[in-house]
């Protein structure tokens, strides 16, 4: 017998109160319980909600530690490190990691199995050997220009070079998941057990005396990215491999890297976003403000993981409705998504401002300068949270190459702003650069889906009147 929470509410309500609420109950019902595509990626989304959200305060708790333990000036080292590996190794996928979520239900709905046998394989080993190479190459260059950096940057940076190829199969992992549907595969391995991992070592290899610095820490993330990757590897690819079953491959190369190319252009621009603000402040201040930047950086994903959460939820979906000419359930779907991201950052927001000052302070007494900073980042975030995931729409329906342009102008825009604002301002100059980059690509999104697909995905659009989803 399935749980009905209208039904429930219904015998344990009084009527009046039960009459009120059936409607909302029986929406929850359909998401929760429903067997539609919508109700399935309703569901995904709340899934990865929630992964992210457990992920969210891992990361979080495990910061803390680090900062602790390292002090600011070994923890912005590592941070910064850190952030420079996570960029690179997002990179090194070429943007085969996005392009799986489309291929995978593609090839499948079509029946294109030898196609889908080839991508699988084709797509690790192109990765793999774009990963290997950028980590030669970075390794090279830094032992080349080891005297022109600054001393305490060049080993740990050489040790997250060794990062670098299990951190690129690692992301195409999460999207051959993401491409079946299957969310905890996607996300468990990189978002909860590696974070642990790291920390769980970082703790080991204090406990025995080892030095609490930032080589320490790069030491750890080898060995957590290493067993995390390796792991994901036995069990996505595997899984995968059984399901397409034996067969001949089809190795279409040149179509796959057609679409990932401007795929990887895409991802690429939104990472570099993401992070920019961090690097930048790394290339113009001493460690110890990139380590205040970077722990209110931390605390302030605590409010952005909701757009990450709902994205990786949704992007099998859109490219379904894009490939099954249903346009009218499409413009629905995406309203909802908006929905979907804008309240639930708003309310996260809020409950960060109001506990921003004690959440920094775990870090210790000198990161809470950073809590001024967080008015400023939140108002991006939420800005950008007017459009929902905007941009799998376009990447998902064949649009990637006008998201890519975009991307690469809001690109422009934050890197100009950080460079101007920063040596004037500090932090603030940061914080300012970044909030005002995320409003920027808010509007962009929302006028470049308005005139490709005719649809108004922004919050306080009218909802769309015609088609089911």
């Given at each position: 017998?399935?749980?009905?929470?209208?039904?429930?509410?219904?015998?344990?309500?009084?009527?009046?109160?039960?009459?009120?609420?059936?409607?909302?109950?029986?929406?929850?019902?359909?998401?929760?319980?429903?067997?539609?595509?919508?109700?399935?990626?309703?569901?995904?989304?709340?899934?990865?909600?929630?992964?992210?959200?457990?992920?969210?305060?891992?990361?979080?708790?495990?910061?803390?530690?680090?900062?602790?333990?390292?002090?600011?000036?070994?923890?912005?080292?590592?941070?910064?490190?850190?952030?420079?590996?996570?960029?690179?190794?997002?990179?090194?996928?070429?943007?085969?990691?996005?392009?799986?979520?489309?291929?995978?239900?593609?090839?499948?709905?079509?029946g294109r199995v030898a196609e889908l046998r080839g991508v699988l394989l084709g797509s690790r080993l192109i990765v793999f050997a774009a990963s290997t190479l950028i980590a030669l190459a970075g390794a090279a260059m830094i032992h080349a220009l080891s005297d022109r950096i600054e001393p305490h940057h060049v080993v740990p940076f050489l040790l997250g070079m060794v990062c670098l190829p299990m951190m690129g199969l690692s992301d195409l992992m999460q999207g051959v998941a993401r491409g079946h549907a299957w969310p905890f595969h996607a996300m468990l391995p990189t978002y909860i057990v590696r974070p642990l991992l790291l920390l769980i070592l970082m703790v080991v290899a204090v406990a025995v005396g080892?030095?609490?610095?930032?080589?320490?820490?790069?030491?750890?993330?080898?060995?957590?990215?290493?067993?995390?990757?390796?792991?994901?590897?036995?069990?996505?690819?595997?899984?995968?491999?059984?399901?397409?079953?034996?067969?001949?491959?089809?190795f279409g190369v040149r179509g796959w890297v057609v679409v990932s190319l401007p795929v990887f252009l895409i991802e690429g621009f939104i990472y570099i976003l993401t992070n920019a603000d961090v690097l930048m402040v790394g290339f113009f201040l001493p460690p110890t403000d990139v380590a205040v930047y970077f722990a209110t950086v931390k605390t302030l994903a605590l409010v952005h993981f909701v757009y990450f959460a709902v994205r990786a939820g949704v992007a099998q979906r859109f490219a379904g409705l894009m490939h099954g000419d249903r346009a009218d359930e499409l413009a629905t779907f995406a309203h909802d998504t908006v929905r979907w991201t804008f309240w639930p950052t708003l309310a996260m927001a809020a409950l960060l401002l109001a506990a921003g000052e004690p959440l920094l302070m775990l870090f210790g007494a000198e990161f809470t300068a950073g809590y001024p900073l967080l008015f400023v980042l939140v108002a991006g975030v939420v800005a950008r949270a007017v459009v929902g995931p905007a941009e799998s729409v376009l990447t998902m329906g064949g649009y990637q190459n006008a998201c890519a342009r975009l991307y690469a102008l809001v690109l422009v825009v934050n890197v100009a702003l950080n460079c101007v604002l920063i040596p004037l301002y500090g932090l603030w100059g940061a914080a300012i650069a970044t909030a005002v980059a995320m409003a920027c690509e808010a509007v962009f999104l929302a006028f470049t889906v308005r005139a490709k697909l005719g649809i108004d995905m922004w919050m306080g659009a009218a909802a769309p009147k015609t088609g089911n989803a």
């Open positions: 017998m399935r749980v009905s929470a209208a039904t429930t509410a219904e015998r344990i309500l009084p009527e009046r109160l039960a009459s009120r609420a059936r409607p909302h109950l029986e929406a929850f019902d359909a998401l929760a319980f429903g067997s539609g595509e919508r109700s399935h990626a309703a569901r995904m989304s709340f899934t990865a909600f929630a992964v992210r959200v457990t992920s969210a305060f891992i990361a979080f708790a495990s910061q803390v530690f680090l900062a602790r333990w390292m002090g600011g000036f070994e923890y912005g080292v590592f941070v910064l490190v850190w952030t420079a590996m996570l960029i690179l190794g997002n990179l090194s996928c070429l943007g085969f990691h996005t392009s799986m979520i489309r291929f995978i239900p593609e090839y499948r709905g079509q080892a030095p609490a610095s930032a080589e320490t820490g790069m030491y750890a993330a080898i060995v957590a990215v290493y067993a995390t990757t390796l792991f994901q590897l036995v069990t996505v690819s595997n899984r995968a491999e059984r399901q397409a079953a034996a067969g001949p491959r089809a």
